[in-house]
């Protein structure tokens, strides 16, 4: 299939910042389809979707664990939203917020039919942790499609072996996408790839 009309539509223009939602309530009632972008704490999410769709400074990067504290949509060209929500696990935060963070994603994951795929960042030095199986029986639980996209692979010591073991993860996860991702956002590692993947989730839904 070629790609190259949507990923133009995708990533060749500016994107637009929707909303910024931090209780339930202010959930925008959007009609587009849409992708969620999550993963532990200080995975590099941020970094990889400024990646992803060429701009420096879309999402917000730091090098504090929890800079993201709410759910950010975002337009790509009317044609899909993106969302970056709050890491779990880890983070440089009270108890009181970081459960709140958690609840949303939580919230958003159970009731949100307008999602059709979540990508679930792992840390290609550090491979799937405690925090991320949870993670993916909440989403086997809701029935969100996901797949698995490692981050940082240019400072894994063993890429390899943890492309290998998350694979296996992947499969004995029902709601998992059998293909992975591998990227670096600092090399632009297989960004190209994340942007097909991207588009695969989105055929059919629009």
């Known amino acids: 299939m070629n790609n190259e009309p949507l990923t133009h539509a995708l990533f060749a223009k500016p994107i637009r910042f929707v909303a910024g939602v931090a209780t339930m309530e202010q959930f925008p ?44 949509f ?12 709050p890491g779990y696990g880890y983070a440089k935060a009270g108890k009181k917020d970081v459960k709140q963070w958690q609840g949303l994603l939580f919230d958003y994951l159970r009731g949100r039919q307008q999602l059709t795929r979540a990508f679930v960042l792992v840390d ?39 492309q290998t073991r998350v694979a296996a993860v992947a499969r004995k996860h029902p709601a998992a996408h059998p ?25 059919g839904r629009v």
């Open 29 to 72: 009632e959007l009609n587009l389809p849409e992708v969620a972008f999550i993963g532990r704490s200080n995975v590099g999410k941020s970094s990889l979707i400024n990646a992803l769709v060429g701009q420096n400074h879309l999402a917000r990067t730091s090098g504090t664990p929890g800079a993201t504290r709410q759910l950010n």
């Open 179 to 203: 293909g992975l991702v591998t990227t670096s956002a600092h090399d632009k590692l297989g960004i190209d790839a994340l942007r097909d993947a991207v588009i695969e989730a989105l055929v």
């Open 124 to 162: 290609a030095r550090h491979g799937v942790k405690e925090a991320d199986n949870e993670m993916l029986e909440r989403l086997d639980d809701a029935a969100v499609s996901y797949q698995f996209v490692l981050t940082k692979a240019d400072k894994a010591d063993d890429l390899a072996e943890v």
């Open 74 to 85: 975002f337009n790509l060209n009317e044609v899909l939203h993106l969302v970056d929500v």
